[in-house]
């Protein structure tokens, strides 16, 4: 059974620093690209970033370019999401979501997603 | 990177078929066969419903089902049911290399 499991949101101040965590099991790892994607509270779905199975592959949304840096330990089965500069418009829900193909390289289509782990910047 | 465009909201009856649409532009639906939709019941993480325009996943009810014309895609339950009422969103892969969604709609069975 696919499992994505996220942890390391909490509470910070605008300007400072997060970074989360997402565990895969089930499957493997390696092999599919992995995103970030984020709802505001009471909001849509935004696309953050996302890796491609080799790490070779990059992409981040413009609203995080500069700001965001998404990375994998392959050997930890294990995808993260460095977060700098907050700011309160990143207040979210961030989910963990596999891309459904091994054979793209950047984000088309998400079948299995984490429950999300929250992330509130606020003074 | 702007958002695709849904309708906020759609209703119908149980056992109705009603028609979400997401519209984009070249650079994204129109130029990819990279659609997807997704369903999302309150407090939960969304689930993909279709993926690539038209194909299903596993375990997805057949009363589901996608198309695209143009810039257009189209989500369309068929035979609603009270457990269809949630929030749908709609995604493209775009030519930057980055997935785009619509804002979401909010579908309430009568």
């Known amino acids: 059974e696919v499992q994505l499991v996220e942890s390391g949101g909490g509470l910070v101040k605008p300007g400072g620093s997060l970074r989360l965590s997402c565990e895969g099991s089930?499957?493997?790892?390696?092999?599919?690209?992995m995103n970030w994607v984020r709802q505001a509270p009471g909001k849509g779905l935004e696309w953050v970033s996302s890796?491609?199975?080799?790490?070779?592959?990059?992409y981040y949304a413009d609203s995080v370019k500069g700001r965001f840096a998404i990375s994998r330990d392959s050997a930890k089965k294990s995808l993260y999401l460095q977060m700098n500069s907050l700011r309160a418009e990143d207040t979210a829900v961030y989910y963990c979501?596999?891309?459904?193909?091994?054979?793209?390289?950047?984000?088309?289509?998400?079948?299995?997603w984490g429950q999300g782990t929250l992330v509130t910047v606020s003074s | 990177q702007s958002a695709l465009t849904q309708p906020a909201s759609v209703s119908g009856s149980p056992g109705q078929s009603i028609t979400i649409s997401c519209t984009g532009t070249?650079?994204?639906?129109?130029?990819?066969?990279?659609v997807s939709w997704y369903q999302q019941h309150p407090g939960k993480a969304p689930k993909l419903m279709i993926y690539?325009?038209?194909d299903r996943p596993s375990g997805v009810s057949d009363r589901f089902s996608g198309s695209k014309s143009g810039n257009t895609a189209s989500l369309t339950i068929s035979g609603l049911q009270a457990e269809d009422e949630a929030d749908y969103y709609c995604?493209?892969?775009?030519?930057?290399?980055?997935?785009?969604f619509g804002g979401g709609t909010k579908l309430t069975v009568l």
């Open positions: 070249n650079s994204d639906i129109g130029g990819y066969d990279y």
């Open positions: 089930g499957f493997a790892f390696s092999s599919y690209g």
């Open positions: 979501t596999r891309e459904k193909t091994t054979i793209t390289v950047a984000a088309t289509s998400a079948d299995f």
């Open positions: 995604s493209s892969y775009a030519s930057s290399s980055t997935l785009l």
């Open positions: 690539d325009v038209s």
């Open positions: 890796i491609s199975g080799s790490g070779s592959y990059i």
